[in-house]
């Protein structure tokens, strides 16, 4: 008898915030062509949400290095059968380097597919919308500069607006302050910007909830996709992303 062949499984390292790792496993039920349900990816999710703030110790806030955490999640993730990772958190990328060298199987960079996105796209000036963490740590700047593309932060007063929206309305269940979120997006467009990333999973959800428009690059789309071609299936319902 034939051996059936081994199916790819997509680990999640979640809990990253919860709502945002909730949000991508929807994503990937809604975006996958199916029928029934073993048409959908296998999935192992991983959703520690006492894993230490990432902003926090990158912006010397907080001693505890959440890195210890993440690998072992990684790790069980890979014991329980995940042969590709993704992980639903730019501010977490700043250890991608770390725990891509640690692991045994790819993990998916999700600041790296962003940018390739926005280049394919037709994108001249990247707008970063992110944590504190992300924008210190230079996440997206390093890869705009990699892929030559042109890049813009907000100002101290709007980062300070994307920073509230993503701590103290998002993450503690309420929806974004849209006077707050706009002043922060037209901040990058009077710097030139004709795209803007956004690049927390919280702000991810700010998209899903005012129904935003095409001048915002979604990443935990962009990830969402990445992560069902890497696990064999085409995508559908991403129209706004060909390019």
């Known amino acids: 008898m034939a051996q059936t062949e081994k199916r790819p499984v997509?680990?999640?390292l979640g809990g990253l915030g919860p709502a945002a790792s909730c949000y991508l496993y929807q994503m990937l039920i809604d975006h996958t062509p199916a029928s029934r349900d073993q048409d959908h990816i296998d999935v192992v999710i991983s959703s520690r949400a006492s894993t230490?703030?990432?902003t926090a110790f990158i912006v010397g806030q907080s001693k505890e290095d959440p890195?210890?955490?993440m690998e072992q999640d990684c790790r069980s993730l890979v014991a329980y059968?995940?042969?590709v990772l993704a992980i639903p958190c730019n501010t977490a990328h700043y250890f991608y380097d770390r725990l891509a060298a640690a692991l045994p199987v790819p993990v998916l960079n999700m600041p790296r597919l962003t940018v390739e996105k926005a280049i394919r796209l037709g994108?001249?000036?990247l707008g970063i919308l992110a944590?504190?963490?992300?924008?210190?740590?230079?996440?997206y700047q390093l890869m705009c500069r990699q892929f030559g593309l042109d890049w813009a932060i907000p100002c101290p007063a709007r980062q300070q607006d994307v920073t509230e929206i993503i701590y103290g309305q998002i993450k503690q269940g309420h929806r974004a302050n849209?006077?707050?979120?706009?002043?922060?997006a037209d901040d990058l467009r009077q710097q030139g910007c004709d795209m803007a990333v956004l690049g927390c999973t919280e702000l991810s959800l700010v998209k899903r909830d005012e129904h935003l428009g095409r001048f915002f690059l979604?990443?935990?789309e962009v990830l969402c996709e990445a992560s069902l071609r890497a696990c064999g299936v085409d995508p559908i319902g991403f129209d706004d992303l060909k390019g």
């Open 67 to 69: 890195f210890a955490v």
């Open 123 to 125: 994108c001249h000036k």
């Open 52 to 54: 230490p703030d990432r």
């Open 218 to 220: 979604d990443s935990t």
């Open 81 to 83: 059968g995940a042969t």
């Open 131 to 139: 944590t504190e963490g992300t924008i210190l740590s230079g996440t």
């Open 178 to 184: 849209m006077a707050q979120f706009h002043a922060a």
């Open 10 to 12: 997509l680990g999640v």
